[in-house]
């Protein structure tokens, strides 16, 4: 891309996030009692580089636009209302918030598909602050890889104090030369690691340049909200630190990646890193995806004014949430075993989308699906005990686990050290063992599979309850 294209597309994306941006911030609307914030889920087209076709067919909240950044504040009621705008049906979640059951979007567990013309209201107070992010979960496969995926911003009570905040949403589309979306998924990929895009984007970009502010401390929110890419991270050789890991500030410090030992960030997980820029006007620092052939640089950060002059020192520490504390002496331990499925027959998600054959199974079951009732969970828990749940992959494939509406910790690994830092989403490597503790602290049943769309979608779901 070069300067001009990259200006006319900013340009373009800047004023419609500048008017989303008030727009979706719960100070200004959608407070209980007040109108909701409206997101309307629409098709739309969309351009991916001066050089490419129009491609048809994707989905958003805006027209010719990604789906905005939604910002909410901690602990201020927000009310959003999803009205559905597609000939599809649909549901919205909102990936690592702690809510209400019934807030949760998942179908036919917490909710009815939301169909064509029809509405449904989530209203929720979101407890912690950090970054997050939203998707559908009915026609997840087909509606994500059309484009529907945004980053959620929970703001802290109290301004943190940076230059810049800047949501990066990662995320692949594959498109055939035509511009336009190729199959979403393949049994190929279903049956490995997920099939992969051929288009790596940032904010639906591809190597979008951001300004930011020389000598500045800036503030970045990566989100892998990709189907089924872990992305591995090179960033900038400046001084910076991860603050924060999948939405909550870290504890135990997150190691700095480089080009040796790049930082592994899997479907639904997200990174939150502070960052000095340089003094100069007009440096170009790039964010940098390892790819198995070659590399590409997912956004260009590039300096801009006269040095403000800040300090590493002068980096805010993120004021912990309001998190539950395991017991881990008092902790129960239940397994779940991860792995190829001997049925593989469909599963039965209803309104929602089915591929035709299952691969994946927790405790060798494979989801049977969404619409398919009288289906037990694969754990139930008491409310307010701790529990340490071991997560077993018996696959030579890696799966980035995900639970619903509780926070979990991981707390070791039989195959590397790892930083215990509360989370929604663990990468489980190939035939690897976690143990995490969480407090089954929120009453509901919650959707609990793994990440890589194809997966859950091929029995690699099933929830956990909580009662
Ligand atoms: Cu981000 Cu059940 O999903
Ligand atoms: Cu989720
Ligand atoms: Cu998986």
Known sequence: MDRRQFLLGTAGAGALAAGGYGLWRAADSGRAGRDPIELQVRETSYTFGADRPETAGLVSLADGAPPPVLRLKQGQPAHLRLVNALPDYTTMHWHGIRLPNAMDGVPYLTQFPVGEGEAFDYVFTPPDAGTYWYHPHCMTMRQMAQGL?????????????FDADVPLNL??????????????????????????????TTNWQVSPVEDVPAGGL???RLAATDTARIYQLVLPDVPGRIIAWDGHPVREEVPWPTADAPLALSPGQRVDVALRMPDADGVELAVVARLGFGQQDMVRLRTA??????????????????????????????????????????ADNGLCGTFGYSFWSIDRTPWPGDAVEGVGPVATLKLGRSYVLRLR???????PIHLHGLVFTPIRSNRRTLATNPTDTVLLQRNEVIDVALVADNPGDWAFHCHVIEHQKTGLAGYVRVV
């Open 149 to 161: 995926t945004g980053i959620l911003v929970v703001e802290e009570a109290e301004d943190m104090g």
């Open 171 to 200: 995320k692949d589309f594959r498109l055939g030369d035509d511009g336009q979306l190729l199959p979403y998924f393949t049994p190929r990929g279903a049956a490995r690691g997920g099939t992969l895009g051929n288009v790596l």
């Open 218 to 220: 800036v503030r970045l």
């Open 305 to 346: 004014g006269a040095s403000l002059g800040r300090h590493m020192r002068e980096v805010p520490v993120l004021p912990a949430n309001p998190l539950p504390v395991p017991d881990l002496a008092k902790a129960e331990m239940q397994e779940l075993v991860f792995g190829w499925t001997p049925d593989g027959s469909g």
């Open 393 to 399: 992959n018996e696959s030579p494939n890696a799966h």
